[in-house]
């Protein structure tokens, strides 16, 4: 039965983010509310959540919500997603969100969700392993490399997914305390560490010197003969 497009609005994750980002992110910016979804999303999978795709993307997983974003960028053939494009369309990341707000709203008076579910979804990485692989490759699961996306990936994984009513997977919530715990007494709140290894190598710094997780090993990539 088709709902009325402000009842999907109420039940889906991003949307909620979006109209109280600071409460939520902190730093609000479109690519911090996607590193925060991708959290939420890591939940569902390695909880074995038959959620549906939706409820925590609303219709930013859908290609076609990008394509007009990309085009205001005047680089229609960008690959890049909603969240880097709007940041490269606006001066004030508030103004950015804002848009992205109405662009929801917009496609829930013209669309329905697409009720796509995470039922069976097997991720090839185990929770026992999964910050072990993000400290070797940090980029390959938040985007950057960066302290602040590390944030940003906890909070969904934690509080985006409580929100969302997900099984526990409490692997999040001890690496996330382990990092909290010292930044409280390196720097007196919760937060700082995030910030003061926003940048190159950050994420890996703080999940290995301040989780205390080693990373797996890569292997070399093969020389070539000559």
Known sequence: MTMPSTDWL????????VCDAPHWLGEPSPVNLQSFLFGAEERAVLSGSGIERWKIFGPLCEPSFDAPILQETGHP?????????????????FSALADLRQRIEQWYCEHEPDTTSYSGVIRPISVENLFEE?????????GTNSGVSLQQYLLGATVGGD????????????????IEQRSVEAYGS????????RD?????????KWAGIQPVSVPALASGVG
Not at 77 to 93: D, P
Not at 200 to 208: D, F, R, S, T, V
């Open 200 to 208: 190159n190598q950050g994420a890996a710094e703080l999940l290995i």
């Open 10 to 17: 109420k039940e889906c994750l991003a949307y909620e983010v």
């Open 77 to 93: 053939t960008l690959t890049i997603r909603w969240a880097r494009a709007l940041e490269l369309i606006h001066f004030s990341m």
């Open 163 to 178: 929100w969302l009513g997900l099984p526990q997977v409490q692997r999040f919530t001890e690496v996330r305390d382990k």
């Open 190 to 197: 919760h937060f700082a560490a995030y910030r003061v290894y």
């Open 134 to 142: 993000m400290t070797a490759r940090p980029g390959m699961f938040l």
